[in-house]
């Protein structure tokens, strides 16, 4: 029988629209919009409408993806189609979190929003910015990051493909020394250095809220983007790490599938983790959630496994 992991995505996929054709067919995705309105007035209009800029800045784009996931998480329950494990990429760790029953909807809403908040001020502290580099193995990739003292490999994405962060004054020299070993770049769709040092004092400030929130007991294992594997029992001083920590996603992956996971649906507005999943390993299914207007189609081909 298969054993379905849900995996939630972080930025880079996010457009306007997101959310609206969903609230629409779903009481239950709009019921999460609602309460996450609530909270942060205007959540749902920054998704349906955007503009494009608007929700590109961290500060909205992390609350209108999550606000997105969690609908779309709800709506595939409402459709009978629930995880035996998940992980979650950068943000998205706070979804698999929510879905594994640590956090609430709304304790989480309220986490991801002050996470937004303190990654975009740091981001504005530096010129920095984000760049996946392809063709490249882990191993050159590091050792090139280590000739220069402010860029960072932070994201282990799959074979071949590792993304760092860095200082724009270093990152045309960076770019320009991959281009020369073989390897090619392409800059992400984010306003920062997420995952390195960059980001220090938000990782502190995100730690101390952290602290003072209540976890409630896993129910299904979530894999940890710091360690790649499963969340301890207490869970807080794991993900006070993730902030600088690299985001470990290949190993996420290669362990859930050892753990039994062969059916993977990417909870996000795209299909950026189905991708680097069935580059990690080509044999399991993949399902991303943005293909399918019909959840109650995706949960009975998901089942159908």
Known sequence: MSRVAFVFSGQGDQHPGM????????????????????????????????PDALIRETKNCQPCLFAYEMAATAALESCGLKPDMAAGFSLGELGALTCGGAL??????????????????DAEKRATSMAAVLRLDNGQVEQLCAQFSEVYPVNYNCPGQVSVSGSEEQMTAFCAAVKQL?????????????????????????????????FGALQIPVYSDVTAQPYP???????????????????????MISDGADVFVEIGPGRTLCNLISRIQPNVRVFAVSAFEDLEALAAEVKAC
């Open 233 to 255: 029992e207490e869970i807080a001083p794991v993900l006070a790490r993730q902030i600088c920590a690299p985001v470990r996603w290949e190993a996420i992956i290669r362990n």
């Open 19 to 50: 959310g609206r054709a969903l609230c629409g067919r779903y009481p239950a995705a709009a019921a999460v919009f609602e309460r996450c309105d609530v909270q942060r007035p205007g959540t749902s209009e920054q998704c349906f409408s955007g």
């Open 104 to 121: 609430t909807v709304q304790s989480a809403f309220s986490l991801v929003c002050a996470r937004g908040e303190l990654m975009q001020r």
């Open 182 to 214: 073989g390897g090619r770049t392409l800059p992400l769709k984010v306003r920062g250095a997420f995952h390195s040092p960059f980001m220090r004092d938000a990782a502190a400030e995100f730690a101390e809220l952290l602290e003072k929130n209540e």
